[in-house]
């Protein structure tokens, strides 16, 4: 039966932690929140360390609305500093990358070496008497850790360590991070009108699976595919436990069996999430990392990056570009599907309709099962201190936790 107006705008008649409301997509100020109490104090992926192999290459991002510096040393160590002169605050490295001896700041051209010190003023007998000195110069480092090629920044300079924060979720990713050296192949970004969390949402559920012809064919026909789904890890982070997947059921696609990545399965899919953003996807032959920026409530920058390993023949390397491609490539099957679908969802929630989003799936732990959803929501209410289904209520939310 269809509902009247009242019945539409009640809550629905579920567990809190089934459902969210959409507030937590479109509020302003819960946005703001979540910058300080979510991005601020969280590890963000970076880049992959193939992106600055050389002593003084460097990458630069915006976090949190923090310009960053990421930059290999001489002495090979992995560095982010905040992207900000410690003079008048000008941008000190420039673009989205580049490689530089010493990093230069183009306004008065203070400069920087790789660790991070101001080593040279022009003119500096000016700063004897007031000071700064140069040792008191240096630019702001963020802490990073690179945790099997995967370099990760957090803000928080007293936030848990990298390691305590992802606990055990790489256990399954030792091998095929970690056992040869990768490089990136592709780097896509696509600036979505969409929450950061839906995007996210669309890589911790299985269900909207449906929605994709190419996963419909290949994936939830496969069989035992709904007898396993995903294994929770404290801190909101999980992992798919590892399918068999009939790639070559598509029309014209293989059955990825062979140069599968290291420690892979023939057609096999795997993939991990780690708290708030950053999602690790193994298709066989190649692997798909996804990380996003959120900008707005309702505006995100999605980046995806493709890998290959470092080295490995033109002719593996052209096969390991098509199969990532067919997924995730610019026509490929699934990215622009999830685009179309979070792009929908949010263009409601603009419009103000006040709506939920249901997580109430239980199949026993099984793929479609929503459970990481609210695994995952678990530890945004923790964070924020606000329940998720009534998020204007903090009382209840700490109440509840
Ligand atoms: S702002 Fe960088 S040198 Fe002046
Ligand atoms: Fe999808």
């Known amino acids: 039966m269809a509902r009247t107006a009242n019945e539409w705008n009640r809550p629905p008649a579920m567990p809190e932690d089934h459902y969210v409301s959409s507030q937590i997509y479109i509020d302003p100020e819960l946005f703001s929140e979540e910058q300080e109490k979510i991005f601020k104090k969280t590890w963000k992926l970076a880049c992959h360390e193939s992106e600055v192999p050389d002593a003084g290459d460097y990458r630069t991002l915006e976090w949190a609305g923090t310009p960053l510096v990421v930059i290999r040393g001489n002495d090979d ?81 007293a936030a848990p360590d990298f390691a305590d924060y992802a606990g055990n979720t790489f256990e399954h990713f030792e091998e095929v991070l970690g056992s040869q050296p990768l490089e990136v192949f ?19 559920e299985l269900y909207h699976e449906w929605g994709h012809v190419v996963n419909r064919t290949t994936g939830i026909r496969a069989p035992g595919y709904f007898e396993t789904g995903w294994k929770l890890y404290p801190g909101g982070h999980g992992m798919l436990i590892p399918k068999k997947i009939r790639y070559a059921d598509y029309k014209g696609w293989d059955a990825r069996s062979n140069q599968t990545m290291p420690g892979i399965d023939p057609g096999e899919l795997r993939s991990m999430d780690l708290f708030p953003n950053t999602t690790i996807i193994v298709r066989a032959t190649n692997i798909r990392i996804d990380t996003s920026t959120p900008i707005g409530p309702g505006i995100t920058l999605l980046e995806q990056r493709g890998l290959g390993v470092k080295g490995e023949p033109a002719e593996v390397r052209t096969m390991r570009v098509r199969d990532h491609n067919q997924y995730w490539g610019p026509f490929g099957r699934n990215v622009a599907e999830d685009v179309i679908f979070v792009e929908a969802v949010e263009r409601s929630n603009r419009q103000g309709h006040p709506n939920w989003g249901i997580h109430s799936r239980r199949e ?38």
Request: aromatic content about 10%.
């Open 77 to 157: 160590c992995i560095r982010t500093f905040v992207n900000i002169c410690s003079h008048r605050s000008a941008t000190v490295a420039q673009g989205p990358s580049g490689n530089v001896k010493t990093m230069v700041c183009f306004f008065h051209l203070w400069e920087y070496d790789h660790q991070g010190r101001c080593i040279a003023m022009p003119r500096d007998e000016g700063y004897k008497e007031a000071g700064p000195s140069k040792a008191q110069a240096g630019l702001r480092e963020v802490r990073t850790a690179v945790k099997l090629g995967l370099v990760f920044v957090n803000l928080d300079d």
């Open 186 to 204: 592709h780097y896509g970004r696509v600036k979505m009108r969409a929450n950061w969390k839906q995007w996210h949402e669309t890589n911790i």
């Open 364 to 401: 026993n732990g099984g793929a479609q099962d929503d459970d990481f959803l609210r695994h995952y929501y678990a530890e945004w209410r923790r964070r924020m201190g606000r329940s998720s289904a009534n998020p204007s209520n903090r009382a209840v939310a700490l109440a509840a936790e």
